[in-house]
């Protein structure tokens, strides 16, 4: 295990961003409330674009909020340093509240209470792609030099955060549940409109039309791109390195087959095939895994 790492029952941990401590407490004491609205997601899946999708929603379609106070603050990620601790005392109503954690060591209160979870998922070659140039521009991942090593570390859940498998399927037991909802990165691509929609009215959120578009708009890759609440240059230095990849990186669907050889697709698709093979909701890049 790389020493930038640790481990909590089970599950690596950036040590740079998350305490055991801290995700101690996320798990036994940390207390949800009914109105509490989580953004789950595996890294690399669209967590930063659901964010300013749901602070804008929160906001009635006024992009104010977003464009004054970073992600980190609206919508803060529960596992990371001293944020549990913080978010207990907010008065914010309701709390937005971002993860990455997997369903098994996700906070104790949470069953049974009415928050609403909206897990949004990416093509899991899309993820790891994104993944190694995050890894090679942050300090919280080990760089994994070579894609070769990355897919190795993805596709045997060597890696925080643990199996995008394990992640998903935990998730996904989920389906079904009034409190519930996921939708694809790839899905807010093809149809962003419908997708906000969807996501108000699983809120409970009446945007009229004008509010729906200022979402629209104001949640596109370029917007997002030049925001200094969203890019994470205002984070201190050391922490990002946006010389080697911006975090808004490219933002596209499919970026995969231009990394991957024939061989890394073949060695992904066989782990992809065996993994899922009793998993029965379907998903847009189904159709692209050799069988
Ligand atoms: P790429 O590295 O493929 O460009 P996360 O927020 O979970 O860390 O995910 C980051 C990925 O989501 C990056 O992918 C980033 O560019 C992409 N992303 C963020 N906002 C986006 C947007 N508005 N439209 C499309 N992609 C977006």
């Known amino acids: 295990?790389?020493?930038?790492?640790?481990?909590?029952?089970?599950?690596?941990?950036?040590?740079?961003?998350?305490?055991?401590?801290?995700?101690?407490?996320?798990?036994?004491?940390?207390?949800?409330?009914?109105?509490?609205?989580?953004?789950?997601?595996?890294?690399?899946?669209?967590?930063?674009?659901?964010?300013?999708?749901?602070?804008i929603i929160q906001k009635n379609g006024d992009p104010s909020w977003n464009q004054t106070v970073p992600n980190w603050d609206r919508a803060p990620w529960i596992e990371t340093l001293g944020i549990a601790q913080k978010l207990k005392l907010s008065d914010e109503h309701p709390r937005i509240i971002t993860s990455h954690l997997p369903r098994h060591i996700f906070m104790k209160s949470f069953e049974g209470s009415k928050a609403k979870v909206i897990y949004t998922i990416r093509d899991p070659k899309d993820t790891a792609v994104s993944l190694y140039y995050f890894s090679k521009m942050s300090v919280f991942y080990k760089d994994p030099e070579s894609m070769d090593h990355c897919l190795k570390d993805f596709l045997s859940g060597n890696i925080p955060f643990g199996s995008w498998f394990d992640h998903v399927k935990g998730w996904m037991e989920m389906l079904g549940r009034?409190?519930?909802?996921?939708?694809?990165?790839?899905?807010?691509?093809?149809?962003?409109?419908?997708?906000?929609?969807?996501?108000?009215?699983?809120?409970?959120?009446?945007?009229?039309?004008k509010a729906i578009d200022s979402v629209v708009e104001y949640v596109s890759f370029k917007n997002m791109k030049e925001n200094k609440m969203v890019n994470f240059t205002l984070l201190?230095?050391?922490?990002?390195?946006?010389?080697?990849?911006?975090?808004?990186?490219?933002?596209?669907?499919?970026?995969?087959?231009?990394?991957?050889?024939?061989?890394?697709n073949e060695y992904f698709d066989k782990i992809y095939n065996s993994e899922m093979k009793d998993f029965k909701v379907k998903f847009p890049w189904d159709s692209s895994i050799k069988k």
């Open 236 to 264: 201190p230095t050391g922490y990002m390195d946006h010389e080697k990849s911006p975090f808004m990186r490219k933002g596209i669907v499919g970026d995969w087959k231009n990394h991957f050889t024939v061989t890394q």
């Open 1 to 55: 295990m790389s020493d930038l790492y640790h481990e909590y029952k089970g599950t690596l941990f950036p040590q740079k961003s998350s305490s055991l401590e801290d995700l101690a407490f996320v798990e036994n004491e940390f207390q949800v409330r009914d109105d509490d609205i989580f953004n789950i997601t595996y890294p690399k899946s669209g967590t930063t674009w659901m964010i300013e999708i749901l602070s």
């Open 178 to 209: 009034d409190n519930f909802m996921f939708h694809t990165y790839e899905d807010l691509q093809r149809d962003l409109r419908g997708s906000v929609i969807k996501i108000c009215k699983f809120l409970g959120k009446e945007l009229d039309d």
